[in-house]
């Protein structure tokens, strides 16, 4: 069974359709929106469809190579899903709050990773010859660092792809990924810039139904694909293109061009679909 498929009904029954406000919206995103009803961009979840294939093609091709896949997002809605679908698939998850060099400064990330773990097996030793208040500073000095590194403990090193929920709430995450050119799959509300996003696609970051959707075929995804290739000396796997060029640029513009061919008439006659989010 494939577990990651989806339908355009999946999705508009999540409500991954429904973008911010007009005023609140990124103009680089106006290729994907479909129109607008009440003050509310709707986003066009037939492009949707065929992105957000194009991306699990592209995380099944890391995960059959072995890949490391980080699931990224630290708001309220995200958290819960991202924590339960990257486990689901074995993979590695921040779901709390991201630290700046995460990616870009790992040897820093790793000494505090290395006191987590220290922490965690004081913790399982028996606590043999503590006082009732060391014991208590282990223990919150071990919640504060597993609530921002449990989900990355075992990573190992860097990712070889991130998966993000909401790139503008997740900007530092983005920046340091393109930086040091890890791919980048990303949902993408009305409000978002796709430019430096490997596989961008266009839905709802806010709703959590449609962010467990998007958790689900992504995990999904990795789930149904059997590691294939071993990895390189450093950790990362060999055979993936991180100098690729986001498909976004190219996309935006084909949709551009086809776009300003159509009837501005024709926008007005779309028929109309309810709801609102800021």
Known sequence: MDSS???????????????H????????MSSFIYGEKDGIHIIDLQQTVS???NAVKAVKEVAQLGGKILFVGTKRQ????????????????????WLGGMLTNWGT?????????????????????????????LERGYSKLNRTLGGIRDMGGTPDMLFVIDTVKEATAVKEASKIGIPIVAILDTNSNPDTI??????NDDASHAINLFCKVISGAISDTAPSAAKSDSGRVQGINKSKEPESNNKIKEQKDTKEQKDTKEQKDKPSIGGKKE
């Open 109 to 137: 990330i790793s000494k505090s990773i290395k006191k987590l773990q220290d922490l965690d097996s004081q913790l399982q030793s028996q606590n043999q010859g503590l006082t009732k208040k060391e014991l208590l500073n």
């Open 198 to 203: 490997t596989y961008p696609v266009p839905g």
């Open 51 to 53: 992105l957000l294939a």
């Open 21 to 28: 406000r007009t005023r609140r919206w990124n103009p680089k």
């Open 78 to 97: 995200a958290s819960g899903p991202v924590a339960e679908y990257a486990s689901k698939c074995n993979q590695y998850f921040v779901n709390h709050r």
């Open 5 to 19: 498929k989806f339908t355009l009904r999946d999705l508009f029954e999540a409500g991954a359709h429904f973008g």
